[in-house]
């Protein structure tokens, strides 16, 4: 059997499974979507205009941007009110792809204060979102920085 001759069958029966084949990869590729996993708590909100309340639980958590007109290449800071644990953070351009920034915590009394500064971009206003991640909780805010 591991010597037989091709004969014009067995031909045939390799080239139509080749062409199915074929066929479900490039349906697959080309039909592909990329489905971005929503936070529960990410919701639009943009620190620059006013704090950000995100329910958690049975209580609240506020985030606030010190800055109400943050300019690039300054320090920032964020403030988070209401978190137990020491979140975790990065901000990432939304406008443009800038890479992440990570964002350094301590704690200050009963909040959560968070200190990063931000790359300047070619545009004269741009989109970030700060990531902030506490155990499995996330939650995504905008904020708009300007040069």
């Given at each position: 059997?591991?010597?037989e001759k091709l004969t014009k069958g067995r031909l045939i029966q390799i080239l139509v499974?080749?062409?199915?084949?074929?066929?479900?990869?490039?349906?697959?590729?080309?039909?592909?979507?990329?489905?971005?996993?929503?936070?529960?708590?990410?919701?639009?909100?943009?620190?620059?205009?006013?704090?950000?309340?995100?329910?958690?639980?049975?209580?609240?958590?506020?985030?606030?941007?010190?800055?109400?007109?943050?300019?690039?290449?300054?320090?920032?800071?964020?403030?988070?009110?209401?978190?137990?644990?020491?979140?975790?953070?990065?901000?990432?351009?939304?406008?443009?792809?800038?890479?992440?920034?990570?964002?350094?915590?301590?704690?200050?009394?009963?909040?959560?204060?968070g200190s990063f500064t931000v790359p300047a971009c070619k545009h004269e206003t741009m989109?970030?979102?700060?990531?902030?991640?506490?155990?499995?909780?996330?939650?995504?805010?905008?904020?708009?920085?300007?040069?």
């Amino acid at each position: 059997m591991a010597a037989e001759k091709l004969t014009k069958g067995r031909l045939i029966q390799i080239l139509v499974l080749m062409t199915v084949l074929i066929a479900a990869f490039t349906w697959r590729t080309v039909s592909y979507e990329t489905h971005e996993q929503k936070s529960e708590l990410a919701k639009e909100c943009d620190l620059t205009v006013e704090p950000c309340l995100f329910d958690k639980d049975a209580s609240g958590v506020l985030v606030t941007l010190s800055q109400k007109q943050p300019k690039a290449e300054a320090p920032l800071t964020v403030v988070i009110d209401n978190m137990s644990a020491k979140p975790t953070a990065i901000v990432e351009g939304v406008s443009m792809n800038m890479g992440t920034v990570p964002v350094i915590f301590e704690q200050k009394e009963d909040k959560w204060v968070g200190s990063f500064t931000v790359p300047a971009c070619k545009h004269e206003t741009m989109v970030w979102a700060i990531k902030i991640t506490e155990g499995s909780s996330n939650i995504t805010a905008n904020f708009t920085v300007k040069k």
